[in-house]
Structure formats: C-alpha cells, structure tokens
C-alpha cells in the first residue's frame, strides 16, 4: 500500500520532503503535485523505477515519451545538446511554468533513452515537486496520469489518486486538489517554436 503524505505548496515540510526524497532513491516510485495536474515520477538514474513507470503506462519503456522535471535550466545542458540563446531566452522567460519544451536529446541520457533524439523539460512553478528534485539532486522521469473516465480526462483529488492507484506505487502526495489542464507542449528541436498542445501555458507569450 503506498504511503500518503499531505505537503503545502507555500511551505512543504522539509522531513517529508526528504522522506519522498529517500523512497525516490531506493528505486521508488511516487504520485505528485506540479502545477498542472497530478504527474507519476521516479529518479531518473534509477532503471528499476523506469521500468515499473513504463509497466504502469502500458508502454515499452525505449519508446516512452516520459518529460524530465528538471530544478531549473542549470540541468538543461545534463541532458539537451547546447541550444542557441533566443531559444534559452524563450526558456527563462516561461519557466518556471506550465510548458514542456521539446529539445534535442544528447549523449548523456539515461542508457534506456540512448535512442530517442528529443527530451521533453519541465520546471514546473510548484514548491513541492522543486523541493523533492532539489532534494534528489537530479531531474525526476515523470508522465501524467489519466483518468479512465471519458469526461473527467485527469484526477484531481488526490484521494481517489490514493484510491486508485494504491498498490502501484510507493507514495502519494497530497499537495491539494489539482489542475485538469495538462501542460503547452512547444517543440524546439529545430530552432523555431512549433506547438504541439494548447495546455495551461499561455501560448501568446511564445
């Protein structure tokens, strides 16, 4: 049964926060709040929870299109080839922030991503999924998680988050009743913006 623990956005409690921290490490494999809607993560180093993440979505996980939840733009050039500075511009105007930005992938991915060409970075502009990166010290592999209801697309409260997903992962964070409106997704893997979703991220700032 997966552990529930209640965290505030304006001020999340250090000694859960480091609880979360510490099952991310031992290959665990966590429900979170961003600023969009409720996201499923693990450690990004860690191969075991990738594969449980994958098993979970139903999907192979070399060909999984998992976003990268990243501190700030600091991890960028971890994982994203060198980018030019209109593009970092557009970054740091917009981040944190609800976007995903597609960018070219490089050398340094994760072994089960070696062959994917583009990466999908998040910060999002919620304290608790940044205290928990901050504290895992590397970006947390994170996919949103559906609703089977054909009206209610994703979750909101994180009970019946509990409820449902219960035995699948090792703990729940309740940061408060989530967003329905996933995240703008714009790739950037050619220089010029193109949007790929209209989510909660205004586009009239790209």
Known sequence: MAEFIKL???NPDPRKVQQIVDCLKRGGVIIYPTDTVYGLGCDITNNRALERIAKIKGVKLAKANFSFICRDLSNLSDYVKQIDTTT?????????????????????????FKKKKT???????????????EGLGNPIVSSSIHDEDEVIEY???????????????DIVVDGGYGGNIPST??????GEPVLLREGKGP????
């Open 8 to 10: 505030y956005d304006n």
């Open 88 to 112: 970092f511009k557009l970054l740091k105007r917009t981040l944190p922030g609800a976007y995903t930005y597609i960018l070219p992938g490089n050398n340094n991915l994760p072994t089960v």
């Open 119 to 133: 990466v999908g970075i998040r910060v999002p502009d919620n304290a608790i999924c940044m205290e928990i990166v």
């Open 155 to 169: 979750t909101t409260d994180p009970e019946l988050i509990l409820e449902k997903w219960d035995n699948l992962v």
């Open 185 to 190: 997704i714009i790739d950037l893997t050619n």
């Open 203 to 206: 586009i009239d700032i790209i």
